[in-house]
């Protein structure tokens, strides 16, 4: 063979194998973004840069995290947990798993997602009067997506108490198309708009819609008071990819992350709270709660850069996400 024709064919496999690796090498530069911001306490989110199985890189997502109508209801000691005070004007309702928190005002309470309907009653409802709270005191229920384990406590809410229930328009029309009981639904009431400030008495809420876990996941910031100390608080509205794998899907979601990142940096918001309790051990961090010392550390107020970290975590795996799904596409 002509030398030159050897050394053009070399050169060309040189190119070939460089190719190939580039994009994975993007991928694994992605993933130790995230897991050099997520440390110890946002491990629980890591699962999100697993790389998918050979052939199920462009798969269809893996089922809703809303659950069919046709359902198995588990029993309370699977799901209760007891509610909890975390600051002055901010007390925990929710379950083992999925979150629901409650804000006080001084003209009633503001509701952040509504569990399943199972739950609702007990956890939320009963947790509030086992808090020296008045239920019917509720006057808004923000549900930050259209998933049914935020949103199925709706319904009870707004028809026992009359409280509002507020969502984006893409997720009003998310829930409406779900696989739950046209009757397990709230009526459709308030719509979430982008920087949308909804206050109730002395306490104003900021909502961002940051699509990617749904088509309009809403985000919060809000005030938060220990005390004396007056703190910001904000909330990722959805951070699993339970949803259809493409390409748009985690660029989308990846574009939100860093959106809502650059607003909590520029906020200064210094308490991170989730509506999943294993994304940022929220039980652990209650129990640790119980037994702080007067004056001692306040296990929820974890600071502007520990926010910004659990956004770079979530981001870089989209983006982790991404890059392979496209690779395996090409």
């Not at 970290?309 to 982790?320: L, P």
Request: charged share 20%; net charge positive; glycine share 8%.
């Amino acid at each position: 063979m002509n030398r030159h024709l050897v050394l053009l064919l070399f050169i060309v496999l040189l190119a070939i194998n460089a190719n190939a690796q580039a994009p994975a090498g993007a991928a694994a530069a992605h993933v130790a973004a995230a897991k050099a911001a997520a440390r110890q306490d946002y491990a629980g989110v890591l699962n999100l840069c697993e790389q998918p199985a050979s052939g199920q890189r462009a798969a269809p997502a893996a089922q809703q995290a809303n659950a069919p109508a046709q359902r198995t209801i588990p029993p309370a000691s699977q799901w209760y947990a007891e509610p909890a005070k975390i600051f002055d004007n901010l007390y925990f309702i929710g379950s083992k798993d999925v979150s629901a928190w409650a804000i006080t005002t001084s003209d009633g309470i503001i509701l952040i997602d509504s569990l399943y309907e199972y739950s609702v009653e007990e956890q939320i409802a009963n947790g509030l009067k086992k808090m020296g709270l008045d239920p019917t005191k509720i006057k808004y229920v923000v549900v930050t997506h259209g998933h049914g384990d935020h949103y199925l406590g709706s319904k009870f809410l707004q028809d026992r108490y009359g409280a509002h229930i507020v969502l984006s328009e893409a997720d009003w029309n998310f829930m409406a198309n779900d696989r739950n009981a046209a009757q397990l639904k709230p009526k459709k009431d308030m719509v979430a708009t982008e920087g949308q400030k909804l206050t109730l008495g002395d306490t104003t809420l900021t909502l961002y819609v940051t699509p990617g876990h749904t088509p309009g996941t809403v985000s919060l910031v809000f005030p938060v008071k220990d005390g004396t100390q007056r703190h910001l608080a904000a909330m990722w509205g959805g951070v699993g990819f339970n949803f259809q794998r493409t390409p748009q899907a985690f660029k989308t979601y990846a574009a939100s992350a860093r959106r809502f990142q650059d607003i909590v940096a520029k906020a200064g918001v210094d308490v991170h709270l989730t509506n999943h309790s294993g994304q940022d051990k929220t039980l652990d961090k209650i129990a640790a709660l119980k037994s702080r010392k007067p004056g001692g550390s306040h296990p929820f107020f974890v600071g502007n850069e520990a926010m910004k970290r659990f956004m770079t975590v979530v981001s870089e795996c989209a983006d982790a996400q991404y890059t392979w799904l496209t690779t395996s596409a090409n």
